[in-house]
């Protein structure tokens, strides 16, 4: 029989945690019969001390099963999810979900609103008024059966375990670890049922991993998770030094997702989308082979079928699909002011952690956790990274409803610095993982 005393100094003095030490803290924790000093002092522990691939592999295992476990089984065919672990602008769900029920595949998604500086999937769907993410699981999996694509969002009970440790993590200086991070977002990911799961691993000034090195750590402790519980895992590690796309806000990236299924998107965000969805076919065993996958996903957006797709999922999802004809019909910001650029030169940076920021402080993410949205502000840039621009040229548009705060003005300052300077392009993609 284990008790916390002796699991945490067990862990201070690096040996070892049994399965048995594990399972106990977790269900200890979820009843409610651990002081908080006692968790916290534990997650201090593994922040300093860490957690080999079986121990991380065990957590993710408890804490998965410590709430609601989604039953996918009457889906027919292998389902697909995928997560990003949070951008600026970073609207590739809304875009690849259709693209990869356009080709066959099934993608059982579930998703979640947005968190700090990144935007959330739920939030961007809610720009079509009607648009609920509320479904129960058997609706959902009908859903992905006739349509090959449903969102849900996460259910109360969902990984319970991992809502009462990030709490603590939050205010205990232990939330960058990652064992903790691999197994917070791996348990959410496990308990929602797919078959096969696609992480798009950020790295940059807006994402959580702030260079590729650690980013490629994360993706790599999130597959061994997944092998571990006999799930196809990959991960794309993708740069989010810059927005992805030009638009950051909820309808305005619903915009731009809907003119990248016709084949008109950002070079960016359609090349991100075409990688994923091709990854998600061929783990869905579709296609053995990644270049035809994306000739087919490829064809997807130039034959209509990809957008035929997203408006059946909108509506099937209580939307009104002719939003999606006509794009103007979306939430509208009530002004838009242009932000110049003040110099001739080059774009050095694009920050992308500010903008989101600049964003959220126009109403586009929450503040607080009351705050309504306002589903019709937020930025379009104009430019990119490497991009020449000449005095006076617009670099961004600025979607508000208020008077223009100047918070808003000193991030995008902050954010795009001009240069005479050549730089680097970006590259998008930097490998993947599997
Ligand atoms: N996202 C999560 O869900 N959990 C973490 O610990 C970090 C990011």
């Known amino acids: 029989m284990s008790n916390m005393l002796e699991i945490i100094t067990k862990k201070r003095d690096k040996h070892p945690l049994t399965q048995e030490d594990i399972a106990f803290w977790i269900k200890e924790l979820v009843a409610q019969r651990i002081p908080d000093y006692q968790s916290s002092a534990l997650l201090m522990a593994i922040v300093l001390n860490g957690l080999s691939e079986q121990e991380t592999a065990w957590l993710t295992h408890e804490m998965m099963h410590s709430g609601d476990v989604v039953d996918l089984s009457s889906i027919q065919g292998i389902t697909n999810d995928k997560h990003s672990t949070g951008g600026v602008g970073d609207k590739t769900s809304l875009v690849l979900a259709p693209m990869v029920a356009a080709c066959g595949g099934k993608v059982a998604k579930m998703s979640g609103r947005g968190l700090g500086h990144t935007g959330g999937t739920i939030d961007k769907l809610e720009s079509f008024p009607g648009f609920s993410t509320e479904i129960s699981s058997e609706r959902f999996a009908q859903l992905v059966n006739d349509n090959g694509l449903a969102i849900m969002g996460q259910s109360k009970n969902l990984v319970p375990a ?53 980013a490629r750590e994360l993706a790599m402790a999130m597959i061994s998770i997944g092998k571990h519980a006999n799930k196809n895992t990959k991960a794309i590690l993708s740069d989010m030094n810059q927005p992805l796309g030009f638009a950051i806000g909820n309808a305005l990236e619903v915009k731009e997702a809907i003119a990248t299924l016709k084949g008109e998107g950002p070079e960016d965000l359609t090349q991100l989308c075409i990688e994923a969805a091709s990854l998600m076919l061929v783990q869905a065993q579709l296609y053995t082979d990644v270049d035809k996958a994306k000739e087919a996903v490829v064809a997807s957006l130039h034959d209509g079928s990809a957008l035929a797709k997203f408006r059946t999922f909108i509506e099937a999802q209580g939307g009104d699909p002719t939003y999606v004809d006509d794009v103007s019909l979306l939430p509208q910001a009530k002004h838009i002011t242009p932000f110049k650029a003040t110099q001739t030169g080059i774009i050095q940076t694009i920050q992308a952690m500010p903008l989101g920021l600049a964003a959220s402080y126009l109403g586009a993410g929450r503040l607080t956790k009351d705050d309504v949205l306002k589903f019709g502000v937020g930025l379009v840039l104009k430019a990119k990274v490497g991009n020449h621009v000449s005095e006076g040229d617009v670099i961004c548009d600025i979607h508000h409803d208020d008077p223009l705060p100047q918070d808003v003005l000193d991030k995008l300052n902050d954010a795009i610095v001009i240069a005479q300077e050549s730089v680097k392009p970006l590259v998008l993609i930097h490998e993947i993982c599997e």
Request: charge should be neutral.
């Open 162 to 214: 991992d809502k009462l440790l990030y709490a603590l993590r939050d205010v205990t200086g232990t939330v960058p670890a990652i064992p903790l991070i691999a197994s917070s977002i791996m348990s959410k990911k496990l308990a929602a049922g797919s078959d096969a799961i696609l992480l798009d691993v950020k790295f940059g000034d807006g994402a959580f991993m702030k260079d590729v090195n650690q």
